[in-house]
Structure formats: structure tokens, C-alpha cells
């Protein structure tokens, strides 16, 4: 299963993007999912995940207030709504997806299907 993310592109500080995460062939409803940045020389992190039904988000920190995930489980699709962009949002941005129980902390090496990334540019 290939998760395919996308909706990255160049935006100005301040500015807002959606990114969706498209799931086709995977059991999505039975799945958390995950958004993860990369950063040039960084390691990954991940900004927050999202429980199966959607009732429930969780955020790290740094993304709280300004992220924002949701999902659509009858399109097999979930997004990630970044709105007040900041040049340090820079990143290659990827989903992925895990069975439950799944938080913020769960090592991205434990996350079994991937989506390749879209990158997010953010000029100052």
C-alpha cells in the first residue's frame, strides 16, 4: 500500500496550506494516521496524528493552535491544515499510517505504510 500525499508547494509566511493524504487499498478506517515534517539535516518528527474515526487529534507542542488534521474515511483520505505559515515550516512533509494504539511519541520506524512526501516551502 502506497499512501499519496500531496498539496505542498511555495508559500509566503502567513499564508495556509492543506495537504491531503489519499489512501487507496489500505483498511483506512481501521488505521491512525500520522503527519511527519523532515527538515534539511534534521531528523523526522512527527506534528500529530489522528485516531480512526477522527474523534480524536493529538499535536505536539510546536503544532498546536496552527495545525490542524482531519480525515474523510468514506474518500480513504486525511489532511493536515497549516494555517500562519513560518519560514521553519520548511519540510518535506509525509503521512503515514499505523493500527492502533498509536501518539505523537510513537517512533516513526513503527509506522508501516508511507506516503513519499510533499514539500512545503515557506518564503519569509
Known amino acids: 500500500v502506497q499512501l499519496q500525499a500531496c498539496g505542498g508547494g511555495l508559500v509566503q509566511a502567513g499564508g495556509s496550506l492543506r495537504l491531503s493524504c489519499a489512501a487507496p487499498?489500505?483498511?483506512?478506517?481501521?488505521?491512525?494516521m500520522g503527519w511527519f515534517r523532515q527538515a534539511p539535516g534534521e531528523e523526522r518528527e512527527c506534528v500529530g496524528v489522528?485516531?480512526?474515526?477522527?474523534?480524536?487529534?493529538l499535536y505536539v507542542d510546536s503544532a498546536k493552535g496552527r495545525f490542524t488534521i482531519s480525515r474523510d474515511n468514506a474518500k480513504s483520505t486525511a489532511y493536515l491544515q497549516i494555517e500562519s505559515l513560518k519560514p521553519e515550516d520548511t519540510a518535506v512533509y509525509y503521512c503515514?499510517?499505523?493500527?492502533?494504539?498509536?501518539?505523537?511519541?510513537?517512533?516513526?520506524?513503527?509506522?508501516?505504510?508511507w506516503g513519499r512526501g510533499t514539500q512545503v516551502t515557506v518564503s519569509s
Open positions: 503515514a499510517a499505523r493500527r492502533p494504539p498509536t501518539v505523537v511519541r510513537t517512533p516513526w520506524g513503527e509506522y508501516k505504510y
Open positions: 487499498g489500505l483498511y483506512f478506517d481501521l488505521h491512525y
Open positions: 489522528i485516531s480512526q474515526s477522527g474523534s480524536r487529534t
